[in-house]
């Protein structure tokens, strides 16, 4: 760098680099696109490097805007949790909040939670962003990430929130036309409606049943003429009887308590996702991603389906 980094210029630059373009960094911080790009070029002609390629559709980061952005997020967290450290036994959160969680649970569970929080504790802002997969661990873009299954990286920290039993339900007119499966392995005769989800293996199922010695895992490779990256259309076509699907507790629960949907194969588990919000370890002193977690525990503890 050529001169002074200016404080301003970290937290202008990452929000420009979240946002994506310079029109939605604009809006983000209520100004024009014409001073954001004046402002943009004043910091790399004070640092004497693009920091952005740009062009008419889109913008990307230069290898220098990369590792500016890398060091700007560390130092705003660094500011954010001295800062936090210095008035911890007087002050409630406040700050920024930035967190990441999938499209259907975040919807449905994760924004609703988000809404009490910030009613509890207005200083703080949250940006809540929906994905179908889950950010890598090593990604900064992000305070607080609500995903299923324990992350196996150690260098970040998984609080387990809530258990998640998946479960195999199709609609009780789908069962009587095409029957019942009794085994795993009669599902492979069946529509399964497939979802896209995460790096796990598209269309296969692994099942198990017992314990100790007793214990014994199935795996199946399913068929059907329907498949989405959205578990709610995978629902509703369940629901339409369109066929047999594997879903968490938490998005059906309602239509198996009604009647709508009904489960299939109740004596053997899916796979472990139970969910958990993970954080990068130098967050744990952070007392709004503490209070938040603890608040996300709380809530779904209150309204879990067991």
């Known amino acids: 760098m050529q001169d002074t980094v200016l404080p301003a210029d970290l937290r202008f630059f990452s929000v420009l680099a979240m946002a994506g ?19 943009l070029a004043q910091m790399e002609s004070r640092a004497g490097v693009p920091l952005v390629n740009r062009t ?9 805007g990369e590792l500016y952005l890398e060091h700007a997020r560390r130092i705003l967290d660094e500011i954010d949790e001295l800062s936090e450290l210095l008035g911890s036994s007087k002050r409630r959160p406040e700050g920024l909040l930035r967190v990441n969680a999938t499209l259907g649970f975040g919807r449905s ?7 009490r929080f ?5 200083q703080v802002s949250v940006q809540l962003q929906l994905s179908v997969m889950p950010p890598p661990l090593t990604d900064d873009s992000f305070d607080v990430c609500i ?6 990286d150690t260098r970040v920290v998984a609080r387990r929130l809530a258990a998640n039993a998946r479960l195999l339900c199709a609609a009780p007119g789908y069962l009587m036309k095409r029957g019942t499966p009794v085994t795993p392995h009669d599902l492979a005769k069946h529509n399964c ?30 068929r059907g003429n329907l498949t989405t990256n959205d578990g709610e259309i995978a629902v509703k076509w369940a629901l339409d009887g369109h066929g047999i699907l594997m879903r968490a507790e938490w998005d059906i629960r309602p239509y198996l308590d009604d009647g709508r949907l009904v489960q299939v194969l109740p004596g053997w588990q899916t ?4 969910i958990f919000a993970v954080y990068s370890q130098r967050h744990q002193m952070s007392n709004r991603i503490r209070s938040f977690v603890d608040f996300i525990a709380r809530e779904l503890a209150g309204i879990s389906p067991k």
């Open 271 to 274: 796979p472990n996702a139970d």
């Open 147 to 152: 995903r299923f299954g324990e992350p196996p």
């Open 56 to 64: 008419t559709r889109r913008m990307t980061l230069t290898p220098e």
């Open 109 to 115: 569970h994760v924004a609703p939670v988000i809404s």
């Open 21 to 39: 373009s310079l029109s939605a960094a604009a809006r983000e911080l209520g100004l024009t696109t014409a001073a954001v790009s004046k402002h």
């Open 193 to 222: 409606v497939g979802i896209r989800q995460g790096d796990e293996a598209y269309g296969v199922w692994r099942l198990s049943t017992g314990t100790g010695a007793a214990h014994k895992t199935e795996t199946v490779k399913i």
């Open 118 to 122: 910030v009613s509890e504790y207005p």
